[in-house]
């Protein structure tokens, strides 16, 4: 709650003072600060809450339902049982359900269990889990379960055993808090009681004690941080990256490593044919050369291979080739009828479908596994070999590759089967010939290897992880941009993953982490290794972001600095393990969210080198009464209030809108463990802050000045240079430096050209010729801050730790 942050209770407590000592009305102004306080609080978590709110509608599936009579359109959590759930191709299943009809229906169930393939779901009572996709189809089905009731919320709750590391940001920042609050509470009670025992004036002592806690104590720095990171996931909403929380944006932004799926991230997640080649001629084919007659009896019989109404994605890219290249044909044939389909099995990875022409006669097509076409069409051991080294030179391009055939004639081998009438049971009994090769691709994302570029070039290392094979892996990456070197298989993974390596052994966790800072490329790695590639790599000392999609992928997700789900295609239980959603499941949206926190890291830099050097001279000012028994306060407790409800939440703004360095993303990330306040930051703020506070002596002491006007004098200088300072943070570089300085000369003209205002903080009008002096002394105070800003031991470390400003 607001209201009982530390600023706002220590403000309470000196209203209460003021009461104690007959001075209600500063004690009504103070209270008016606080309310205000509380009300721009208030604003800021009502924005960052509404992100929230937005990330959760946009993320969460949507179900389109019938209750009773009436059509409905609710959100997941929205559903209940018995509700009649309607199934469309593309759409998200929000809840278990039995099915009562179904046209056609598929479901790609691979999220939750696995299986890569999409299976047919046709009977009624058939069970439909929840987040599973429709793959094809449509049909209706009544609600069994909802919420964690599903499978799908059963298995979250398996997550409860992987603890998510609290964030680069939290650490450091618990650790400032916690060390400034103890030093700053116990300087100021030490001094409000020897001030108390030697002057007697309890009530006066405790005044100037409040007042010194709030000067001294890091209760901006929570601000400023709760501000830039509210702001900063309102913007990443505006890229299509959503942020659970808002912390993650400032841990994406000292991400060293990105850890990706290929599929989907990296690729379209649109298979297409890349290459045809024949057998046993071996003429090649590739996209945007004319497909001549060659080539012909290849794709018909792919085609013939394939379902009519296609949900697997090679198919798909089958069924687009055959209809640009070959429509209206006589290659295709969509009036024949479907006399028997022979569909994959365990010891024979081959679709095969018998057709009737139109003249009555068998027509026999498959497809499938190189080695299993070689097996089905009985090839002697030599020509299997060759057909196998032609399957290989494929795949060694990133291809996957099906095997295509033809029957012979479609006639049985044995004649008992044809005698019969029916057709063997088996594709066996069939003679088959080889008839050529598909490759086939996901490609690549037009946009990939320029965000993999700039990645590498800001620092960031990208690992790629996926299920295909090293070779097709080592491939794609090399069209990604991704650097040359070894490919390390899921086999190779520690034994605890479940997967023994091929020669009985697996790299040691050690050996594991040594190995991963060296490896780019991760093939066959199962869902469930993720876990154990995210915790090597922080072994080595990485800030690994990871993306993820899928239920088995939960766990790497919640282990992971920053977890990345996919918006379009992944789980409820990924996304609610993850940090960031990917709206449009694009890697260039992270690369761009990996920017932001750059610039939201640079921006935060320069917020809390101006915080500390504009509090150095108020906690000074503070102390004086505290330390000189005979020097009246010069702060009240109210003009501090002032400062902290307009200058330092104004600034903050204007900071956090900054655009970032136009080489931001050129330098490295900041070290993982580095401190909240970097040396460049401490630096600068220690510099500007001291000459503002030498300034500010030299008005307190200024001769001949009753204690209004040099309250005046110090207050005119720290509300002037104060804006100043925000200009020379920015630099000339930004167009809203200039919002300091006005800010600061707006309030100084409002509070003296105002005189209730004025009189209300006990300011005094200031003569011309004091008038003068607080000129001269704002723009020499300015000036010495500009260099300090350009010393060379701040600009050494700001490029030094250039990844955050």
Not at 3 to 23: H, M
Not at 136 to 156: D, I, K, N, P
């Amino acid at each position: 709650m607001a209201l009982l942050e530390p600023t706002n209770l220590l403000l309470l407590a000196c209203a209460l003072v003021y009461a104690l000592i007959g001075e209600p009305a500063d004690g009504v102004v103070l209270l008016v600060f606080v309310l205000a306080i509380v009300v721009l609080d208030g604003l800021q978590r009502h924005r960052s809450d509404r992100a929230l709110a937005e990330l959760a509608r946009l993320s969460a599936p949507r179900a389109r339902v019938r209750r009773g009579d009436v059509d409905l359109d609710l959100g997941a959590d929205e559903v209940r049982l018995g509700d009649r759930l309607r199934l469309e191709e593309g759409d998200r299943v929000a809840a278990d359900a039995r099915l009562l009809e179904g046209v056609g229906l598929w479901l790609d169930e691979s999220l939750l269990t696995g299986e890569s393939l999409p299976v047919p779901r046709q009977a009624p009572g058939e069970l439909i889990l929840a987040g599973s996709l429709v793959a094809a189809g449509r049909g209706w089905a009544s609600v069994t379960a909802v919420a964690e009731g599903t499978q799908l919320g059963q298995l979250g709750h398996s997550l409860g055993t992987v603890e998510a590391p609290p964030t680069r940001l939290q650490r450091r920042t618990r650790r400032l808090t916690a060390r400034l609050t103890l030093l700053a509470m116990a300087v100021c009670a030490g001094l409000t009681v020897l001030q108390g025992v030697i002057g007697g004036d309890w009530p006066r002592a405790l005044l100037a004690g409040l007042a010194l806690a709030l000067a001294l104590l890091p209760n901006e720095i929570p601000v400023v941080l709760a501000l830039f990171l509210a702001l900063g996931a309102l913007r990443l909403a505006r890229l299509g990256v959503l942020a659970r929380w808002p912390a993650a944006v400032e841990s994406l932004g000292s991400a060293t490593v990105l850890a990706v799926d290929k599929t989907g991230t990296l690729t379209d997640n649109r298979m297409a044919v890349q290459r045809l080649l024949t057998w046993p001629d071996l003429d090649s084919w590739s996209p945007g050369e004319d497909l001549d007659e060659p080539w012909h009896a290849l794709v018909e019989m792919a085609v013939l291979a394939s379902r009519g109404d296609p949900v697997d994605a090679m198919e798909l890219a089958i069924q687009r080739l055959a209809a640009e290249h070959l429509r209206n044909s006589e290659h295709l044939h969509p009036d024949w009828p479907l006399e028997r389909e022979y569909p994959l099995q365990a010891n024979l990875l081959v679709v095969s479908r018998l057709w009737r022409d139109a003249r009555g006669q068998g027509r026999l097509a498959a497809k499938g596994a190189p080695e299993a076409i070689a097996d089905l069409c009985h090839l002697t051991p030599e020509a299997a070999r060759g057909l196998q080294q032609a399957a290989d030179q494929l795949a060694a391009e990133g291809l996957r590759v099906l095997a295509v055939a033809r029957g012979l004639e479609g006639i049985p081998r044995h004649g008992g089967s044809e005698a019969s009438g029916d057709p063997p049971a088996d594709p066996h009994d069939f003679l088959f010939e080889p008839v050529g090769f598909l490759g086939l691709a996901d490609p690549l994302r037009p946009d990939v290897p320029q965000a993999i570029a700039t990645a590498q070039r800001a620092g960031v290392r990208v690992v790629m992880i996926t299920g295909d094979g090293p070779v097709t892996a080592r491939a794609i990456a090399d069209q990604a941009g991704l650097p040359p070197g070894p490919v390390l298989c899921g086999a190779d993974l520690p034994a605890q993953t479940g997967v023994s390596s091929a020669t009985g052994t697996a790299l040691s966790a050690s050996a594991l982490s040594a190995s991963v800072a060296a490896v780019s490329v991760f093939a066959r790695v199962l869902p469930q290794q993720k876990l154990e590639l995210v915790r090597a790599l922080q072994a080595g000392g990485a800030v690994v972001a990871m993306t993820g999609d899928g239920v088995n992928d939960a766990a790497a997700l919640k282990a992971a600095d920053i977890g990345v789900a996919m918006g379009r295609r992944g789980t409820a239980v990924a996304r609610e393990s993850a940090d960031l959603v990917l709206l449009n499941d694009r890697f260039s949206d992270l690369v761009a969210a990996l920017a932001l926190g750059r610039r939201v890291d640079a921006n935060l830099q320069r917020a809390l080198a101006y915080t500390l050097a504009i509090h150095l001279p108020i906690a000074m000012l503070a102390l004086l009464p505290l330390l000189l028994p005979g020097v009246a306060l010069i702060l009240l407790p109210v003009h501090i209030a002032l400062l902290h409800l307009v200058i330092d939440p104004a600034c903050t703004v204007v900071f956090e809108s900054m655009r970032g360095d136009p080489d931001l993303m050129d330098r490295p990330p900041r070290p993982p463990e580095s401190p909240l306040l970097s040396a460049a930051t401490r630096r600068r703020a220690l510099l500007q802050g001291g000459a503002l506070a030498l300034a500010s002596l030299t008005l307190v002491f200024w001769p001949g000045c009753d204690g209004e006007t040099r309250r005046s004098l110090v207050f005119s200088l720290l509300l002037l240079a104060g804006g100043g300072l925000v200009g020379l943070a920015g630099g000339p570089r930004h167009p809203l430096t200039a919002a300091g300085p006005a800010l600061g000369l707006g309030l100084w003209l409002l509070l003296f050209l105002v005189p209730p205002l004025r009189q209300a903080l006990a300011l005094a009008p200031l003569p011309p010729g004091l008038l003068l002096v607080l000129v001269v002394v704002t723009t020499v105070t300015l000036a010495v801050a500009s260099l300090a800003r350009d010393a060379p031991g701040v600009a050494r470390d700001a490029a030094a730790l250039s990844g955050t400003g």
